[in-house]
């Protein structure tokens, strides 16, 4: 569980940070013989910011709680 913890909370700092992923994606391919035409379009792909809150908070309580049961154990 704490893995897992540790993993959630990179990923809620990571999300808040950049707010989403950008890609490059081959539009449209247009082959004249001896040239090659290819448009590329660049998407982004968005993260709600509360995501990023809610993986960050998650993760906390996940190491929080494996803390708390290795120090009874």
Do not use: N
């Amino acid at each position: 569980m704490r893995i897992l913890g540790i993993i959630l909370i990179i990923i809620g700092v990571l999300s808040l940070i950049w707010g989403g992923v950008t890609y490059v994606k081959d539009r449209d391919t247009v082959d004249l013989g001896v040239a090659k035409v290819v448009t590329e379009e660049k998407e982004r792909v968005s993260i709600p910011p509360i995501l990023g809150v809610v993986a960050l908070v998650g993760g906390g309580v996940l190491v929080g709680v494996s803390a708390k049961k290795t120090s009874k154990a």
